[in-house]
């Protein structure tokens, strides 16, 4: 699909499949419940886990951290873009949904340089949850072919390629650098 269909599908609250850096991602539009909960009964995903939200500014992202809790250095790195794909766990807002952070106070962002992610969010005027394109048990998909054999040929799907990244996103806590998921 085209990405003005992809965007009309994120904008009417639907999810969609979207090329990140190494895989692709299942998205939606993080302020609405409704697409949230139907990413999570999609992905087979308990809710307490929390999702990762991704967009191409922080900008975009602003809505759902506590900015006040992080010093200099902590927000230089946020916004640092990095060789390799880095999801930072960090302060979220007291406004921010539990269907959003979970059984967390914290909520887990990226800042992505694919152009996929860049044009979507620049469309839609929001950041993207991101979650792995796969089914419970099955691997990450790196293809919208893979993704249409594993949700179905009418699915949407971006029709661009990952980028370069050999693995999913790194993930680590800003606060304490706990490193949650290897790279």
């Known amino acids: 699909m085209t990405l003005q269909q992809i965007t009309?599908?994120?904008?009417?609250?639907?999810?969609?499949a979207y090329p990140?850096?190494?895989v692709f991602g299942l998205?939606?539009?993080?302020?609405s419940e409704s697409a949230v909960k139907k990413l999570l009964d999609l992905k087979q995903r308990p809710v307490e886990?929390?999702?990762?939200?991704?967009?191409?500014?922080?900008?975009f992202l602003l809505p759902f951290i506590d900015i006040d809790e992080l010093d200099e250095s902590q927000l230089a790195k946020l916004k640092t873009h990095h060789d390799r794909p880095i999801t930072w766990v960090v302060p979220a807002k007291s406004n921010v949904p539990a269907f959003l952070t979970g059984k967390f106070n914290r909520i887990a962002v990226r800042l992505s340089d694919h152009p996929a992610v860049q044009a979507l969010c620049e469309a839609t005027g929001f950041a993207l949850t991101s979650t792995s394109a796969n089914?419970?048990?099955e691997p990450p998909c790196?293809?919208?072919?893979?993704?249409r054999s594993q949700f179905g040929e009418d699915f949407p799907v971006l029709d661009l390629a990952v980028g370069n990244a050999k693995n999913p996103s790194e993930i680590r806590d800003l606060m304490t650098h706990q490193l949650f998921r290897q790279g």
């Open 8 to 16: 009309a599908y994120l904008l009417q609250n639907q999810i969609v």
């Open 20 to 22: 990140t850096e190494a």
């Open 27 to 31: 998205g939606c539009n993080p302020l």
């Open 49 to 59: 886990k929390g999702l990762i939200l991704i967009a191409p500014t922080l900008d």
């Open 135 to 137: 089914l419970t048990g």
């Open 142 to 147: 790196r293809t919208a072919e893979e993704v």
